[in-house]
């Protein structure tokens, strides 16, 4: 079994209801989880889910608008000179920082309303699984994580549910005595190159392995996976692979499969991971080169530019200001040419037009060592480790302090 192939895009990061394409080649059978409800409860729960995810897709982006306007008054409250503590300016600034909790509250409920993410072992995750959707199995299950595995960066409880549901579609396919059941759980870490798996940027990852000496997956069933509802068990309800790979894809990893009947299944899962995207939100460039002191903003707003230049200046920076990805390329371009490229390029994620990550990729390809700090007002806990694994220096979350933009900007400069 050597062809591995990732789940189905088009699947979104928490959508249960839409795929219909399944990874190739091989399949398992979908998670037994006991006796199968009625028609009319899993069309109800699925329309529950489904609105669900739509309320939770609005709080999200009514969050990042949120955090836009955040942004505004508190560039705005740090350009004013002569503040005072206790004044009406720091206040409002006060006041703001708060506003910013409550939005991530909002992005917390986008997510479906789960539990901050952390830092997980890798271990741990399968020791888990092991421990609770293997407790009433009598095949074999091995653990094997590799030294020097990274952590994960994730809501534990979700992704522990991911890996029982994948265990126990594991356990569900293993044949009786006197064949010998065996499951081996393994971790390690891995470097992906660009377009190595579909839907997951080059940058550091955790592979997980969930391997069975089970019956394989026929043909005909391969396509059918992912699909919610989808079992071949008289007492199956089809859920658990959907709900795995939703689940992974939220956390900013995919899920591949290989199947041969006869043989068995393995079920590989791509994780970021922690090393670049813990509750660090930047990180020192590898070349520190001539420090110039000027910074180049790249933002569609212009209040947010404009007051982003007057922070700067406070922090005694010199800098440019671009309000889109052409001539931001054009300013870092000239600078270059002269050989002193710009210190830092804050660039903002979501520009109508070319977007921040396709300006990213091409500031790169002009300057592969270019040090580009990523703005946001969308949620931080999903957003930091897709941008460190694109290889941005950081995550600056909008709204930001004076202080925060300083300290960010010291850490990447060095």
Known sequence: MNNLDPAPEGLPPSDLGTASRAAEPGSIQPTDTGPAPSDEALYSALMKADRS????????????????????????????????????????????????????????????????????????????????AGAASTAEIEIEVAEGTDAVWVDSTQMAQAFRNLLSNSLEALSPAPHRPRVQLRASNTTLA????????????????????????????????WEPFFTTRKHGAGLGLPAALATVRRHGGQIGVDSE???????????????????????????????????????????????????????????????????????????LDIGRPYDVVLLDLTMPGQAGEDTFRQLRALDPDARVLAMSGGSAEELAPRCMALGFCGLLPKPYRISELGQALQTVIG
């Open 53 to 132: 995810e739509s309320f939770g897709h609005l709080a999200g982006r009514l969050a990042e608008e949120l955090n836009e306007l955040l942004t505004r008054i508190l560039a705005s409250v740090a350009s004013f000179p002569g503040r005072a503590d206790g004044d009406a300016l720091s206040q409002a600034e006060a006041a703001c920082v708060e506003a910013r909790e409550v939005t991530r509250r909002l992005q917390e409920l986008a997510r479906g309303g789960d539990g901050a993410r952390t830092q997980v072992a890798a271990r741990g995750l399968l020791e888990e699984a092991s421990k609770t």
């Open 194 to 225: 660009e377009g190595r798996v579909s839907g997951l940027p080059a940058g550091d990852y955790v592979e997980f392995e969930v391997r069975d000496n089970g019956c394989g997956i026929p043909a005909e069933n391969i396509e059918r996976i």
């Open 261 to 335: 009947v006869g043989v068995g299944t393995v079920f590989t899962v791509f994780l970021p991971s922690a090393r670049s995207t813990g509750m660090v939100r930047a990180q020192s460039a590898p070349s520190v080169r001539f420090r110039t002191g000027r910074i180049l903003v790249v933002d569609d707003d212009s209040q947010i530019r404009t007051h982003t230049g007057a922070m700067l200046e406070k922090l005694e920076y010199k800098f440019d200001l671009a309000p889109d990805g052409a001539e931001a390329l054009a300013s870092y371009r000239r600078y």
